[in-house]
């Protein structure tokens, strides 16, 4: 029956195969999982994508009014059929009432998750269950949100972060010092550090640790040969501290720069959720200001009062982020409460009167446009008189 249970789900299973990296101790916690046999095979074979929309979810969230939590993860591990790994990885969390959105690769899995705080023991109990995933380091957010995810969504991806780079070249698992909270307050006084931020210009322009050097990237991959590039005379003389949201870009970009030969590589272990965290604890100065931007419904998490950005479209002291209205569009931007409503949550003048159409239409002219660069160049477009 294991056998047939895999043939269904498509997975070529060779036994002797020297990249058979799923191991058999997770096909069968896979399988006493699910208790298999005819039934289930039929039940949860209807059940590996969503069947509610956003909005039927938010409203049951609303009625149960049960505390959730929102935490975030990422392991680099050697997956061999990451199909087969992402189909169970639904079929337990859909179980669970776990929402988020969740990358699988062959090297992987990043995932940011709100799961029921009543059931959150057993959703670590089944991390556990899986060998590359027992204890992992779980970045529990400082804000909670009931509506942080409103879909379950695991996703098969080339790569759990976008880097752009190819991994066959160096050895990825070279990584740089991993240091915590105090051991990296304490780094970066030191005068021969340079303290880079990993993330993408949108993140950092609401919030970042002091002295930072805060890349003016869309991307990740973008800010790789950026920082090569202006730290290319001090690779031996300075110590690169790097910091993102969770740590995941730097586990990868710490062992990219050690292969380019910087020689005194350190990353913030957990990233800003984790830095906050233990600051918070342990009664740590905290020396990151404003929000810190993650990839949920929140947009953001206050790590203190600081203001340091703009509203887009006026100018004003803000730092919330929104989408454009306008379906089409859907540019993530910087808005303030009076352009909110002057704009009707809308980046344009043009996006205003699309949203105003029957929405028959709006759909109609949606058809057979891809994403704009708008949408890529998050918070670029030339609309926005105040855009960084």
Wanted: with cysteine.
């Amino acid at each position: 029956m294991l056998r047939y249970y895999f043939f269904v789900l498509g997975a070529k299973v060779k036994y002797g195969e020297k990249r058979f990296l799923l191991t058999i101790n997770i096909m069968i916690i896979f399988a006493e999982s699910i208790k298999i046999n005819s039934f289930h095979l039929k039940k949860y074979s209807m059940q590996l994508y969503n069947k509610l929309s956003a909005k039927e979810r938010e409203t049951l969230l609303e009625l149960a009014g049960e505390e959730r939590l929102t935490l975030s993860f990422y392991q680099y591990a050697k997956i061999g059929n990451p199909e087969l790994f992402r189909n169970y990885l639904f079929i337990a969390w859909h179980e669970q009432d776990v929402l988020g959105r969740i990358y699988v690769a062959h090297e992987g899995i990043n995932a940011q998750l709100s799961v029921p705080a009543k059931r959150f023991k057993e959703f670590k109990e089944f991390l556990d269950g899986i060998y590359f995933l027992k204890d992992v380091r779980l970045n529990i957010a400082i804000e909670q949100d009931l509506k942080s995810f409103l879909k379950l969504k695991v996703k098969v991806r080339d790569k759990i972060v976008a880097d752009g780079l190819n991994d066959e070249t160096f050895d990825v698992t070279n990584k740089g010092i991993h240091v915590d909270a105090q051991k990296f307050n304490e780094l970066i006084e030191d005068p021969d550090v340079v303290l880079v931020d990993m993330r993408n210009h949108y993140e950092s322009e609401i919030g970042h640790f002091k002295n930072a050097v805060t890349p003016d990237v869309d991307t990740f991959r973008d800010s790789l040969d950026i920082i090569e590039e202006d730290l290319k005379d001090h690779k031996e003389d300075k110590k690169l501290v790097m910091y993102c949201t969770g740590g995941i870009r730097c586990e990868k970009a710490s062992a990219y720069y050690k292969h380019k030969g910087f020689k005194n590589v350190f990353q913030l272990e957990g990233g800003i959720i984790e830095y906050a965290r233990q600051v918070e604890n342990q009664g740590l100065e905290n020396k990151f200001i404003g929000k810190n931007f993650v990839f949920d419904h929140r947009r953001g998490e206050r790590i203190t009062e600081d203001i340091i950005s703009h509203c887009h479209q006026c100018g004003e002291a803000c730092d919330t982020h929104t989408n454009c209205a306008n379906e089409a569009c859907h540019l993530l931007f910087i808005q303030c409460e009076k352009c909110a409503v002057a704009m009707e949550n809308c980046c344009s003048e043009e996006c205003i009167e699309i949203i105003h159409l029957p929405e028959e239409e709006q759909k109609r002219l949606r058809q057979g446009i891809p994403n704009s660069n708008k949408i890529f160049k998050k918070g670029r477009s030339e609309k926005l008189k105040f855009k960084k």
